[in-house]
Every structure is written in C-alpha cells, then in structure tokens.
C-alpha cells in the first residue's frame, strides 16, 4: 500500500466525528510546519507564512499566504461532518433486567438500517468547568472499544422485513450499552463513563457532543485492493486529498505567490447553517482579515480566486445502472468527477469546469462528469452555499463513491491518489 492511501486509512480510522477529524487534520498541518491563529488576536502575516484557524472545535482555515494580494486565493473546501447518530442529554434508559440502551437522534441523513448490529462506540467533544463560566474547557474524547450495538428485531417477528421495513429512529434504532443492577446505577451512566476516560470527576463535565461510530477498522478491500471500505469516506476523504495537497505543495517565492487555502467545513449535512458551517461569514471574514482588512483589496482579490468545492460523488452503481444520467457514467478509479447541474445547485458551470479539467490535464490525471438522472432531485454541497457569502468563481468535484451515507461507504483507491495530483498542481499552479 502506498503511503497517501496508508495515510488515508488511518486517517478515517482515527477521525469518528467532526471534533477528531479536525484534531487529526491539525497534527497534520502542524508536522508540515503550520501554527495555529486565534480569531481573537490580531494577525501579523508575512508572506510564506503558514497558519491555521479552528472554529468550534469542528471546521479548520489552513492558508499559506502568498506574496501578492491580488494574485488571489487558490481555495479548497470540504466538510468535517459525517450523517450518524448523537446522544441525547439524559440519554440513559433502563429497560428490564437493567438492560441500559442510550436515547439518540439522527444527525444528517443517514441510510438508517446499515447502522444495525456493528459494533459501535462513542466519540466527541466534552466540555469541563474552567475558570470562569464564560470560559469552559473544551477536551476529545473516544473510547476506542466497541461499547454498544443497535441489535435488529429477528427475521421471526417479522417475516416481511427483507419487503421493505419502514424504521422509526425513536423506536428501532436505540444502542444497547450494557447491564446494570439497577434504575438508579443508570442515572448519570454516560456522565461517569466519560469522566472516568477523560480522568476528571463527573461534576467537572457541564455539557458534551456525543456521537457513536462503527469500531470495524477501514480497510482496502477488492480484486486488486483497488476500493478502499470505511464509514465518513464522505467527506473526509476530500478533507484528507486537500490537507495533503496543502502541505505536499511547494512553497511559491515568486512575487506573484497566490495565496493557497484550504477551509473543511462542519455542519455541511444539516445544510451548512451554523457558525462553523459554509453558509456563515467565517472564510470570507478570514479571507478579509488576510488583505488587512482592505475591502477594495479583497474584492479585487477574490475577482482573480478559484475554489475547488471537494465534496465526494455518486459512482455508478452496477446493480442500478438505470438510476444515473445515461451518457454520464463515473466509474470508481477512473478519477475525480465534477458536478453539473442545469439549476445551478452546484457551483460549476462551463467556465469553471474547463479550468478544472484543464489542472486534471495538466496533472494528468482523467477527469470525469456527474449529471443527475433528469427524474431525480439529486443533493447539494458546499459551492452555492459558499457563493452566497463570496462570489468565487469555482467548481463543484468529488471522488466517486458507492453507498453515500451508509454506515459503511466505498471509494476508489486510485481516484483519491489522483485528486490529490489535480489539488497539488491547482496549489502549486503560477
Ligand atoms: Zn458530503
């Protein structure tokens, strides 16, 4: 296996949720010379300068700053967040014979019933007590081992569930923990577990962001191992083909250095309306803050920027080959796609994508189109949403994949490697 999908591998394997992935994108930027920068300080910048911003713990601003403003910005953006599973506060229930299952709610839009019967754990963000109530602190947390399942009803009690079986989220999709002795052993359960990880005492714990994840590592699977089988693939694949990008490109000491930038959003699969998330001013207040504030200077800056919106695709699917356009197929390992859409729910249109195309060639890497079926609505992404805060001019791409959010998603191995060639050169392009 070769090191970037080695890299890739563990990369999934150690980001279960929004809060890790962005910790784990950071330990990369910081091996590759980056530092961190508060929203709260003032920026003092030169240029060559590498840097990183995080917000809420959950989207990360990586840019090297180039030497020449009105070169523009050279951005790639994809998102943190994967559809799954949060516990609820109070989340502990004790059903008979202590059976202790956890009160969750679905976040995103998940394919509900790849969920059932793997081995699951819990992972997030917790938040302690910290000087003052204004200023909690914020620390990660995963427990690693398999904690709990979702297990299904048996084929006996309902013989026509292989005909179509509606699920109720509240009703079916509840993850058994354990067993306790009794009701009261229940109360706080989840409270005490994370406090005896974290090595703090449960009173210490105001509040947390939990999610469960499948503990079954990912791995490369296939005739030739040319798929790669994990959950969150989207997005993190995209978020791992730009923080390689970013930090395998060579720094520009020309005076014409454009600057390079990389923004993975959170909170793109509940439509991106959050302070972390695409549709809030936190790129182009960055971007701003990155001209000194001059907003002539941005403006002009952002008339000569190109975004590529990184957000992985739809293969084509053997067995449904009639639910995709029929003259655009994707085929996994055949290279990145860009998304097409006649009524603009991606940001691509002719202009932007031959650019795109033309970076592929020159990495030369293929590049593929994704239309939807005319019959179907198909989804959105990060570019639109984004050009309602910046009008960048820009593309819409992403890995093809199989499965879009199941537990367990598909991807090619090759098509990660060549997107990662295209989003090098785009960086390193003069
Ligand atoms: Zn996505």
Redesign the pocket.
């Known amino acids: 296996m070769n090191t970037l999908t080695a890299d890739l591998i563990q990369f999934l394997n150690e980001s279960p949720c929004n809060f890790l992935a962005v910790k784990n994108l950071a330990d990369r930027l910081d091996r590759a010379g980056f530092a961190p920068l508060d929203m709260a300080d003032r920026w003092d910048l030169k240029p060559g300068d590498r840097r990183y911003v995080i917000k809420n713990s959950s989207a990360i601003f990586a840019f090297v700053v180039g030497t020449d403003p009105l070169a523009g910005f050279r951005i790639i953006s994809a998102?943190s967040d994967s559809p799954g599973f949060r516990i609820k506060p109070n989340a502990e229930i004790v059903n008979e014979g202590g059976v202790v299952t956890l009160n969750t709610e679905v976040y995103g839009g998940p394919i509900l019933y790849t969920w059932f019967d793997r081995p699951l754990s819990i992972s997030g963000r917790v938040i302690l007590r910290g000087d003052s109530p204004l200023h909690p602190v914020t620390r990660l947390v995963n427990f690693y081992r398999p904690l709990l399942t979702i297990p299904h009803l048996a084929i006996h009690y309902n013989r026509s569930v292989n005909d179509g079986n509606p699920i109720s989220p509240q009703r079916d999709m509840l993850p058994v923990l354990g067993r306790v002795a009794d009701k009261a052993q229940g109360k706080g359960l989840l409270t005490r577990m994370v406090a005896d990880q974290l090595g703090v005492t449960p009173d210490q714990i105001l509040d947390y962001d939990l999610t469960l994840y499948d503990t079954t590592p990912a791995c490369l699977f296939g005739l030739n191992n040319e798929f790669i089988s994990s959950g969150r693939i989207?997005?993190l694949e995209m978020a791992h083909a730009a923080v390689s990008a970013l930090t395998a490109s060579v720094s520009d000491k020309s005076d014409t250095a454009p600057t390079r930038v990389m923004a993975i959003f959170d909170n793109?699969?509940t439509g991106s309306g959050t302070k972390q998330g695409a549709a809030s001013p936190i790129l182009s207040n960055i971007l701003r803050r990155l001209c000194d504030d001059d907003f002539s200077l941005y403006s002009r800056a952002v008339a000569s920027s190109f975004m590529i919106s990184a957000?992985?695709g739809h293969a084509l699917h053997p067995n449904y080959t009639s639910k995709q356009d029929p003259t655009n197929h994707p085929i996994p390992g055949d290279g990145p796609v860009v998304k097409i859409n006649a009524n603009c729910k991606y940001m691509t249109d002719a202009h932007s994508a031959a650019i795109f195309r033309a970076i592929c060639d020159d990495a030369g890497v293929n590049c593929q189109v994704f239309v939807n079926h005319s019959d179907t609505a198909g989804?959105s992404?990060l570019g639109n949403i984004l050009t309602s805060q910046i009008e960048l001019n820009g593309v819409d791409m992403?890995a093809p994949q199989w499965a879009?959010h199941s537990c367990r998603e598909t991807a090619a191995v090759a098509d990660h490697l060549s997107t990662v060639s295209a989003f090098t050169r785009f960086y390193d392009l003069n």
Do not use: I, V
């Open positions: 998102h989207d997005d793109e699969e957000d992985n989804g992404t992403g879009m």
